[in-house]
């Protein structure tokens, strides 16, 4: 268990709607990461967030927002859903940003869109 | 643009050594990553080169030439259970974590 939770563990929904996947970082950590997983694709960095900031933003769609709460929890929401976007979305924490920090990945957020 | 290369799959025999290559072209640098993805699993990290030279961890070992823009994950004494997806990753100058796109890792009895 890397202390890092994500909910839900799966979300079926249909084009065009709204979703939000929360993660909770382990105690402790300030960053919080973003990350999409699609079949048999790497991992494509969405955005970062460290102590509430944005931090690093990757090639995040319009569609999607995310932030970093006050309690250091974060919610991605995704929205106007299309086909392509079912894929496992993982959220990732560490401790800091910089040279030599270690991601904590949570369990991931299936997503599938019909 | 930026970009980290690795061999998409690698075949190797159980109690053997493999080697997984990366390539990385980035803006900025700060040090290699490696993370492990069983099927259906979340990335665990497994190492970190920020310097070159070789980091051993246990069966794990990973190597970085920064001249080169090169690295590799050394595992040996092969178990099934590292048959997985073997990822590195880089933190560019802009603070993004970028990962390659993964190589299987497949062992043979």
């Known amino acids: 268990d890397s202390g890092v939770t994500q909910t839900p563990k799966h979300l079926i929904t249909a084009t065009g709607q709204r979703v939000t996947l929360r993660c909770s970082p382990r105690?402790?950590?300030?960053?919080v990461y973003w990350y999409q997983q699609s079949l048999d694709q790497g991992l494509q960095f969405l955005i970062q967030?460290?102590?509430?900031?944005e931090r690093a933003k990757g090639n995040i769609l319009e569609r999607f927002s995310a932030q970093q709460f006050p309690d250091l929890h974060s919610e991605l929401n995704l929205s106007s859903l299309e086909l392509g976007d079912s894929a496992l979305y993982f959220c990732?924490?560490?401790?800091?940003w910089g040279a030599g920090e270690k991601l904590f990945f949570g369990s991931g957020t299936q997503l599938s869109v019909l | 643009g930026q970009s980290l290369e690795q061999p998409s799959e690698v075949t190797a025999v159980e109690g053997a050594i493999v080697q997984i290559n990366c390539t990385y072209q980035?803006?900025?640098?700060?040090?290699l990553s490696w993370y492990q993805q069983h099927d259906g699993g979340a990335p665990t990290f497994l190492s970190y080169?920020?310097?070159?030279g070789l980091e051993e961890t246990g069966r794990f070992s990973s190597f970085l030439s920064r001249s080169d823009s090169y690295g590799y994950l050394l595992l040996q004494e092969l178990q099934m259970k590292d048959s997985a997806s073997y990822f590195c990753?880089?933190?560019?100058?802009?603070?993004?974590?970028?990962f390659g796109k993964g190589t299987r890792l497949h062992i043979l009895p």
């Open positions: 080169n920020a310097l070159d």
């Open positions: 990753a880089v933190r560019d100058q802009d603070d993004k974590i970028i």
């Open positions: 967030y460290y102590n509430g900031e």
């Open positions: 105690s402790g950590d300030l960053s």
């Open positions: 980035t803006s900025g640098f700060y040090g």
């Open positions: 990732a924490s560490s401790v800091q």
